[in-house]
């Protein structure tokens, strides 16, 4: 069965840090690019990062919102994806996703974890 399961949310105060997790299993990571996304109460869900397959460039890409701060990271050996989060601002507050999707469109999400950025 395809799952993707973000993990490492939580609270903290601005200027801190968070790492997100996102593990898959079901499928060969190699074949996909994973993105992470990330949606504000009461807002549309937005894209930060993605990072694309091995199979393809690997390569990585920004929002500019969080360019500077936020860094994609994948290991394939342990199925998992990387969203390390710096210098965390109030307005960062949102769940945030993981989804991977390979060059044929299909597309897979994980539930979610929640973000609180607050003093």
């Known amino acids: 069965q395809l799952r993707l399961v973000e993990s490492g949310g939580g609270l903290v105060q601005p200027g801190g840090s968070l790492r997100l997790s996102c593990a898959v299993s079901?499928?060969?990571?190699?074949?996909?690019?994973i993105g992470w996304f990330r949606q504000p109460p009461g807002k549309e869900r937005e894209q930060l990062a993605c990072?694309?397959?091995?199979?393809?460039?690997?390569?990585?890409y920004y929002v500019d919102s969080v360019k500077g701060r936020f860094t994609i990271s994948r290991d394939n050996a342990k199925a998992t994806t990387y969203l390390q989060m710096n210098d965390l601002k109030p307005e960062d507050t949102a769940v945030y996703s993981c989804?991977?999707?390979?060059?044929?469109?299909?597309?897979?999400w994980g539930q979610g974890t929640q973000v609180t950025v607050s003093s």
């Open positions: 989804n991977a999707e390979n060059l044929a469109g299909f597309s897979y």
């Open positions: 079901g499928f060969n990571l190699d074949d996909y690019a």
């Open positions: 990072i694309t397959s091995p199979n393809a460039d690997g390569n990585t």
